[in-house]
T-cell receptor, first 113, second 113 residues
Framework: ETGVTQTPRHLVMGMTNKKSLKCEQH?????MYWYKQSAKKPLELMFV???????ENNSVPSRFSPECPNSSHLFLHLHTLQPEDSALYLC????????????FGQGTRLTVV | GENVEQHPSTLSVQEGDSAVIKCTYS??????FPWYKQELGKRPQLIID?????GEKKDQRIAVTLNKTAKHFSLHITETQPEDSAVYFC????????????FGKGTRLHILP
């Protein structure tokens, strides 16, 4: 275990559904990330939060909506997704500053049907 | 923004031989370069990193080199073993600015018996 926990591990949803992915870290980190991992783009940065402030939105479609209520929790709200959004969604966290090793969660395998 | 290119995408090496993976980056302000290993079905994990004030770093069979002028860095694995088979990702980051970690597309390393 790296201290970064993601739930659920697997999710199947229809294109009209609304669901949320959750990420939790108890490492005292202040930066959290969402990455999308697919065959086409193996580790694609989606969002970055530093001290709960969103500092990066990497041209992600609005059907993905992140939320960071505190430094320990990060959510990814999903609505009206497309089949091409099926992928592994990885959360990571790090300490802003010198020790920037990112610790990854185990990911949520999302399938959009 | 930062762009990280990684080559090759696939690499097959005879057990006991060396493997080299190369990456280039575009943002000259990048100062932190981690390498992650992702085994099948598992999360990416940091194996070694290098900062811009250092040209080379070694950890047992793994070494990284950095050429800031040319903006490229490499991972060297010597005396390869079956457990080295995995996908390897290079990344670049700017610490103390936005800390976003941009990954290359990965190299699938196969160690042949």
């Amino acid at each position: 275990e790296t201290g970064v926990t993601q739930t659920p591990r697997h999710l199947v949803m229809g294109m009209t559904n609304k669901k949320s992915l959750k990420c939790e870290q108890h490492l005292g980190h202040n930066a959290m990330y969402w990455y999308k991992q697919s065959a086409k783009k193996p580790l694609e940065l989606m969002f970055v939060y530093n001290f709960k402030e969103q500092t990066e939105n990497n041209s992600v479609p609005s059907r993905f909506s992140p939320e960071c209520p505190n430094s320990s929790h990060l959510f990814l709200h999903l609505h009206t997704l497309q089949p091409e959004d099926s992928a592994l969604y990885l959360c990571a966290s790090s300490s802003r500053g010198r020790d920037t090793e990112a610790f990854f969660g185990q990911g949520t395998r999302l399938t959009v049907v | 923004g930062e762009n990280v290119e990684q080559h090759p995408s696939t690499l097959s090496v005879q057990e006991g031989d060396s493997a080299v993976i190369k990456c280039t980056y575009s943002d000259s302000a990048s100062n932190y370069f981690p390498w992650y290993k992702q085994e099948l079905g598992k999360r990416p994990q940091l194996i070694i990193d290098i900062r811009s004030n250092v040209g080379e770093k070694k950890d047992q069979r793994i070494a990284v080199t950095l050429n800031k002028t040319a903006k490229h860095f490499s991972l060297h694995i010597t005396e390869t073993q079956p457990e080295d088979s995995a996908v390897y990702f290079c990344a670049a980051s700017i610490t103390n600015r936005d800390d976003k970690i941009i990954f290359g597309k990965g190299t699938r390393l196969h160690i042949l018996p």
